[in-house]
């Protein structure tokens, strides 16, 4: 016997369940369920059943000292969160781009303490274990303090030794003519 169920949800934050079956069909109406419901006690077989309980998540202080704004930001981070997001809940005002780990603009070398990033593609492992960090990505698993960096450093520390003749400077000359030819 094969068996569709299709979904509906209702104006009343309900929704609707239906089976069909090659037997006919029955409509099952579940009501949805607040925060506040899901985490009550509920009653089995007569008996009262307590509320699921999740782990205490470890709160620590972040201390960022930003070198360009010539400033020290010190804020709690939860050990779910991400440094970056944190900060900015808190209208703290932190150097970002991309917000992915993909880039280097939030990236601070880490003076004492630990940042876990799994996500941070935008850093290589040598730099990871050299203390460098992206805060975009990363979480707090200990108390920290972290110095802002500038972005370029960084980009040369992980990509200069790829280029043959060192950091490209800016020739205005050349622009210049360049410009004229247009």
């Known amino acids: 016997m094969q068996m569709a169920t299709d979904l509906s949800i209702s104006s009343r934050f309900g929704y609707s369940l239906l089976r069909h079956s090659s037997h006919g069909s029955r409509r099952h109406r579940f009501a949805a369920k607040t925060k ?5 006690a509920v009653e089995v077989s ?3 059943a307590a509320p699921a309980r999740t782990a205490a998540v470890q709160v620590h202080r972040v201390t960022v000292i930003d070198r360009q704004r010539g400033v020290v930001h010190q804020f709690l981070v939860p050990e779910d969160q991400y440094i970056l997001h944190t900060a900015e809940s ?3 005002s932190l150097p970002f781009a991309c917000r992915h780990g993909c880039c280097t603009s939030c990236a601070v070398r880490v003076k004492s303490g630990k ?8 850093i290589s492992a040598e730099l990871k274990s050299k203390g460098y960090a992206l805060l975009c990505v990363g979480f ?3 108390d920290i303090e972290a110095e802002t960096q500038d972005e370029d450093e960084v980009y040369w520390l992980q990509f200069g030794r ?3 003749r060192g950091p ?3 020739d205005d000359y050349a622009l210049e003519l ?5």
Do not use: K, V
């Not at 940042?115 to 935008?122: D, K, S, T, W, Y």
């Not at 360049?178 to 247009?182: L, T």
């Open 90 to 92: 808190q209208e703290i």
């Open 115 to 122: 940042i876990r990033q799994p996500e941070a593609l935008g």
């Open 36 to 40: 506040a419901e899901l985490q009550s």
């Open 178 to 182: 360049a410009m004229g030819d247009e």
């Open 140 to 142: 707090p698993s200990s």
């Open 168 to 170: 490209i400077e800016r």
């Open 46 to 48: 007569g008996r009262s």
């Open 162 to 164: 790829y280029f043959a």
